[in-house]
C-alpha cells in the first residue's frame, strides 16, 4: 500500500484528533498530498493538501482555523491536526497524492488527477 492512514477515532464536539498518512514505494518529494473526507449519502470533497517540495498549504472553507496541514519529509508521512471538531466533521477521511499544486489538488482531487489514494479512516463526532 502506498499510502496508510492512522489516528482516526471517536470524540465528542470540541475535541482534536492527530490523523497521520504515511508514503511508502513511491518518490514523494514530487508529489502534494491532501485529505480529503467522504461522509455517508456525500461526495468526497477536499479539506487540506500541502506541496511536498516546498510546504505551502491550501484549506477548504471548512478546514480553515480550525485544521493543520503538515508533513515530514524524514518520515515521509503528512499530519492532519483538527481542532475544535464538530458533528458535520465526521467522515472517512483519506490521504491522497497527485502531482498537482496544493490548490488544484484539493480542488480537482475528488473529481480525478490523483495518483494515490489510501484507503481511510474513519471520524466520528458525535454532540
Known amino acids: 500500500e502506498q499510502l496508510v492512514e492512522s489516528g482516526g477515532g471517536s470524540v465528542q464536539a470540541g475535541g482534536s484528533l492527530r490523523l497521520s498518512c504515511e508514503a511508502s514505494?513511491?518518490?514523494?518529494?514530487?508529489?502534494?498530498f491532501g485529505w480529503f473526507r467522504q461522509a455517508p449519502g456525500k461526495d468526497r470533497e477536499g479539506v487540506a493538501c500541502?506541496?511536498?517540495?516546498?510546504?505551502?498549504?491550501y484549506y477548504l472553507d471548512i478546514a480553515e482555523g480550525r485544521f493543520n496541514i503538515s508533513r515530514d519529509n524524514a518520515k515521509n508521512t503528512v499530519y492532519l491536526q483538527m481542532s475544535n471538531l464538530i458533528p458535520e466533521d465526521t467522515a472517512v477521511y483519506h490521504c491522497?497524492?497527485?502531482?498537482?499544486?496544493?490548490?488544484?489538488?484539493?480542488?480537482?482531487?475528488?473529481?480525478?488527477?490523483?495518483?494515490?489514494w489510501g484507503k481511510g479512516t474513519q471520524v466520528t463526532v458525535s454532540s
Open positions: 491522497a497524492a497527485g502531482p498537482l499544486p496544493a490548490k488544484a489538488l484539493c480542488h480537482l482531487g475528488p473529481s480525478g488527477l490523483i495518483d494515490y
Open positions: 514505494e513511491f518518490s514523494a518529494s514530487f508529489y502534494s
Open positions: 500541502i506541496k511536498n517540495s516546498d510546504g505551502s498549504t
